[in-house]
């Protein structure tokens, strides 16, 4: 039973267009949501969070958006580069569990020159 | 300013044998996690550590795997007796007290013949 889902394997971007990857998750207790870039043969590094008590966070180039009542959330990339071709993992965490992250499969994003 | 420092980043062995990984977490983190990424897969949560404590080994098999992190010395995921099945790359994350951000070594990929 997964908990956090990336329905999209892959998705492909022209370069300077926006990227959106998406992600839905199943639990309701879920209250803080973190997104990681992982590029071939290296180890996912941290991208951006964003607690339940907020609806967007931003960072340069990068925004997240929680939707509670669709248990929504998607990373906005604008404008896409060529370094941002990587896998996108979303992952939930339950603030009174012992920090365990519950991962999605990933999204493969590839931009486009 | 070291990160977290995973060794070896390569290891073959055969069926039967014994497999070590080990995992150096950031200066000033306290908390060890191991995940594992199956071919095509997101991460799964294997166990989380404390410094001689296993806090939630859930994630982990029942049998053949084992992790410690000693007061001195890396954090070890031991694997008896590989399968073919174990084939995996073996990621370790550290992070401080009281946050969920992880912080990802370049993952040790086991491979077994």
């Known amino acids: 039973d997964q908990q956090v889902k990336q329905n999209s394997p892959s998705l492909s971007v022209q370069e300077g267009r926006i990227s959106i990857l998406n992600c839905d998750y199943t639990?309701?207790?879920?209250?803080?949501f973190l997104w990681y870039k992982k590029y071939p043969a290296e180890g996912p590094t941290f991208l951006i969070s964003?607690?339940?008590i907020k609806d967007k966070n931003e960072d340069g180039r990068f925004t997240v958006f929680l939707n509670k009542s669709a248990k929504h959330l998607s990373l906005h990339i604008v404008p896409s580069q060529p370094g941002d071709s990587a896998v996108y993992f979303c992952?939930?965490?339950?603030?009174?569990?012992?920090?365990?992250?519950?991962w999605g499969a990933g999204t493969k994003l590839i931009i486009k020159p | 300013n070291a990160g977290v420092m995973q060794n070896p980043r390569h290891l073959v062995r055969r069926r039967g044998q014994e497999a070590r990984l080990r995992c150096s977490p950031m200066?000033?983190?306290?908390?060890v996690y191991w995940y594992r990424q199956l071919p095509e897969e997101g991460l799964k949560f294997m166990v989380y550590?404390?410094?001689?404590?296993?806090?939630?080994e859930s994630g982990m098999p029942k049998e053949r795997f084992s992790a410690e992190f000693p007061k001195e010395g890396p954090s070890i995921l031991r694997i008896q007796q590989v399968v073919r099945g174990d084939s995996a790359a073996y990621f370790c994350?550290?992070?401080?007290?009281?946050?969920?951000?992880?912080?990802f070594g370049e993952g040790s990929r086991l491979t077994v013949l």
């Open positions: 964003i607690s339940s």
């Open positions: 994350a550290s992070s401080p007290p009281g946050r969920g951000e992880l912080f």
């Open positions: 639990n309701s207790m879920f209250d803080y």
């Open positions: 992952a939930a965490n339950l603030m009174d569990s012992n920090y365990q992250l519950i």
């Open positions: 550590l404390q410094k001689e404590n296993i806090i939630d």
């Open positions: 200066k000033g983190h306290s908390h």
